[in-house]
């Protein structure tokens, strides 16, 4: 190495020591500088915008089932002692019979009515391969929420929602929602996050995996067709329970 090469090679590592000790210095209080001007950005935010509805339980119930059916989901009613029946004549309806279902959902669900339908086989999901999943024609769950103003299902995957790939593999989808899931505005829902105890020890987070449900799958992503079922179930149907007095 020639003496301009060291000497050179000695200035430049001088000045990267120099310049990155002060470089870790401020960015250690650029960063405390930058988190407390986000807490300040984020309290000064604007929260004008409605948080809670005002709508009776009767309108919400109307609202939700008129969305759903705006997204081409089938949609039935009935009152909670009926919904065993409810669900076997929704999967004999169906012209379907390999069903998969999450392995919490309540047993009255199937008890009671057996779901003695000919040909009929479910298998509830302790751990099923993909290819397993696969072959089941639909699924049932139930779900944590509803949101009336745009007709959304939200899963969080609970034992009565089961695991993700259940929900989106199987072509046609039963979904129970009871009318008190179902709340107007979606600040409500994530109230009712709060609530539910979702987020953990005061911090503001939802669960690490949440699927929002607005119809059947579909997408006009090219040439504006609409295709159904590319990322999910092409079949919606949902049972609505009816829980909750109307004229609250």
């Known amino acids: 190495m020639s003496a301009v090469t060291d000497s050179r090679k000695k200035v430049l590592e001088a000045i990267h020591a120099a310049t990155g000790a002060a470089a870790a210095g401020s960015a250690t209080r650029n960063a405390a500088a930058t988190a407390g001007t986000a807490a300040g950005a984020h309290a000064d935010i604007p929260r004008g915008y409605v948080r809670r509805g005002d709508m009776t339980v009767s ?16 949609v039935v009613e009935c009152e909670p002692e009926g919904l065993a029946a409810a669900i076997a004549t929704q999967l004999a309806a169906s012209g379907r019979h390999r069903f998969v279902a999450p392995p919490g959902i309540p047993a009255e669900w199937y008890v009671d009515a057996a779901w003695k339908i000919e040909g009929f086989e479910c298998t509830f999901d ?3 391969e ?5 072959q089941a024609e639909g699924v049932i769950t139930g779900c944590f929420c509803g949101v009336a103003d745009s007709g959304t299902i939200v899963l969080h995957h609970g034992p009565a929602e089961g695991r993700r790939v259940i929900t989106l593999l199987p072509d046609w989808h039963l979904c ?6 179902v709340v107007e505005t979606l600040p409500e829902y994530f109230d009712r996050c709060q609530v539910s105890g979702v987020r953990g020890q005061g911090e503001e987070t939802l669960p690490k995996l949440v699927t929002w449900i607005s119809g059947p799958s579909a997408t006009a992503d090219i040439e504006m067709t609409r295709i159904k079922g590319v990322h999910g179930p ?7 329970v009816n829980d909750e007095e109307a004229g609250t």
């Open 59 to 74: 309108a919400r119930h109307e609202r939700f089932i008129e969305r759903l059916r705006e997204y081409d989901a089938e």
């Open 126 to 128: 302790h751990g099923l």
């Open 130 to 134: 993909t290819r397993e999943i696969e």
């Open 176 to 181: 129970v929602v009871r009318l008190s899931q």
């Open 234 to 240: 092409r079949f919606l149907h949902v049972i609505l």
